[in-house]
């Protein structure tokens, strides 16, 4: 069955980057959309991004502009995200959401918690 | 950007009740509009799309309706499972999309 599984849990300073991973299993890496969606603690969801893994391309939230990198390997189905500068805002758990562009997102990833302090 | 609300923002209800949370959008979406359930400490799950669509292994005691700036999610026959808390999202502005700030049901 299609799954996502996604990195473990990341602990940063503030100022530093992060890498976070999402290995795509059971469908075919490239017909499907790749989202990230994040949520604060005792927060809503927030919508990040996404990547097309056909080729590459990538769209995001005006407020990461410049903080934001979605990469993919199509060799292993995983999309990767790196967020930059990290602040105490960015205290989180990251998700990766599958979906075909205007589609709800089907599968979701168990969620990595990135702790910045 | 399109903002989006919910209402109410919490409600509680007995187990065997009919639930109606509400979306509303800033601007005209037509049926671009999805559900999601959030159990605490699990990752969202689809439950519309579409606007009325139901996903797949989704109970049809869920429901949705609506169209162009308002939306409802109905929950007919309210189980003890159902709590949690329901978000609303638009894909209208795809690629770029927008949550609503969800609605907490709990069960009496």
């Known amino acids: 069955q299609a799954q996502l599984v996604q990195s473990g849990a990341e602990v940063k300073k503030p100022g530093a980057s992060v890498k976070v991973s999402c290995k795509a299993s059971?469908?075919?890496?490239?017909?499907?959309?790749i989202h990230w969606v994040r949520q604060a603690p005792r927060q809503g969801l927030e919508w990040m991004g996404l990547i097309d893994p056909r080729g590459g391309s990538t769209s995001h939230a005006q407020k990461f502009q410049g903080r934001i990198a979605m990469t993919r390997d199509t060799s292993t189905s995983t999309v990767y995200m790196d967020l930059y500068s990290l602040r105490s805002e960015d205290t989180a758990v990251y998700y990766c959401?599958?979906?075909?562009?205007?589609?709800?997102?089907?599968?979701w990833g168990q969620g990595t918690t990135v702790t910045v302090s | 950007d399109i903002q989006m609300t919910q209402s109410p923002s919490s409600l509680s209800a007995s187990v065997g009740d009919r639930v109606a949370i509400t979306c509303r959008t800033s601007?005209?979406?037509?049926?671009?509009l999805n559900w999601y359930q959030q159990k605490p400490g699990k990752a969202p799950q689809l439950l519309i799309y579409g606007g009325t669509s139901l996903q797949t292994g989704v109970p049809s005691r869920f429901s949705g309706s609506g169209g162009g700036t308002d939306f409802t999610l109905i929950i007919n026959n309210l189980q003890p499972e159902d709590s949690a808390t329901y978000y609303c999202?638009?894909?209208?502005?795809?690629?770029?999309?927008?949550f609503g700030p969800g609605t907490k049901v709990e069960i009496k």
């Open positions: 959401a599958r979906s075909n562009i205007l589609d709800g997102f089907d599968i």
């Open positions: 601007q005209v979406i037509s049926s671009y």
């Open positions: 999202q638009q894909s209208y502005s795809a690629p770029r999309f927008t």
């Open positions: 059971g469908y075919t890496f490239s017909n499907s959309y």
